[in-house]
């Protein structure tokens, strides 16, 4: 199975921090967040990745490319664990990079990859989400489509007021974990969401998604939502959603990014303890817990 990452966004959340580096290119602890993302398609098997940039992305590419005069400082330097991790970095997977055009909705940013896709089921993974699970997110929703034949949503719940920020789904349990979905509300007031289950930014699709896309109309500011596509896909085809097994870090906007850093790194082998020993030190001495 290939994947597509759609990383076209302007980040304007993030501003004026994004105004020239994306904010898939931000980094958590000692990476940027869309290595995260590669990293877990690839610990799924996904060998063809797809990256989905804008005219201001060229930084994603550079990332996940060769830099010769780097491994020669290095090699040169004798600092072998660091040039055998930038080589690692350049190996993960193949992949592949397409600029959409213009910024016409994370649709259209899927609907970019249907000649690399073909007539084969695909994964989709937002380049500003990380998981942390024993069974990768995206592997374990390419499980149920295995299962299936169907296209699957990862879905997970989250506080009743928070669902005015995410993608709602009315769905029906068919099995422990599992949905058959009736309807998605994109970003609901609270009182007016079907539920508290929300649509959590990977998906495994068939491709009859790319038709679909092209038969919905733009919404708000213009833009084709990947929520009116899967709509009519569920209408067409059916669609399931997969309450999914591990913790996600939402990198969509500031506050998200510091918390993710946080216990991200709180929880990391090498940094963890150090700290937590200067948050202790820090609260001592300011009293700010």
Not at 98 to 104: F, V
Not at 169 to 188: F, H, M, Q, T
Request: proline share 6%; aromatic share 6%; with cysteine.
């Amino acid at each position: 199975m290939k994947a597509v990452i759609p990383a076209a966004g302007w980040g304007v959340r993030f501003l004026p921090l994004t105004k020239e580096q994306p904010k898939e290119m931000l980094p958590v602890i000692d990476k940027p967040v869309i290595q995260y993302v590669v990293e877990e398609a690839v610990r799924a098997g996904i060998e063809d990745i797809m990256i989905i940039t804008g005219r201001h992305k060229r930084t994603i590419e550079d990332h996940f490319d060769r830099s010769f005069e780097l491994e020669a400082v290095l090699n040169n330097g004798n600092r072998q664990e660091h040039l055998q991790k930038i080589k690692d970095l350049c190996e993960l997977a193949n992949l592949h990079f397409i600029r959409q055009k213009e910024p016409r909705g994370l649709a259209d940013a899927v609907y970019q990859a249907r000649q690399h896709v073909g007539d084969q089921p695909f994964a989709v993974m937002l380049g500003d989400t990380i998981h942390v699970s024993e069974v990768p997110v995206v592997g374990q929703l390419m499980d149920v489509h295995a299962r299936t034949g169907l296209s699957v949503i990862a879905a997970e719940r989250v506080p009743v007021d928070k669902v005015k920020d995410y993608g709602v789904l009315d769905a029906v349990s068919i099995g422990e974990r599992l949905y058959e979905v009736r309807d998605l509300v994109e970003k609901p007031r609270p009182e007016e969401a079907p539920s508290d289950l929300c649509i959590a930014g990977t998906y495994v699709l068939t491709p009859a998604i790319f038709d679909c896309i092209r038969h919905i109309e733009p919404g708000h500011n213009g833009e084709l939502q990947l929520t009116d596509a899967l709509r009519l896909l569920r209408e067409r085809e059916g669609l399931l959603a997969w309450e999914f097994i591990g913790r996600r870090y939402d990198i969509g906007d500031i506050p998200g990014w510091i918390r993710s850093q946080f216990e991200l790194a709180l929880k990391h082998p090498v940094y963890g303890k150090e700290l937590r020993s200067f948050l202790r030190d820090l609260n001592q001495r300011e009293g700010l817990f």
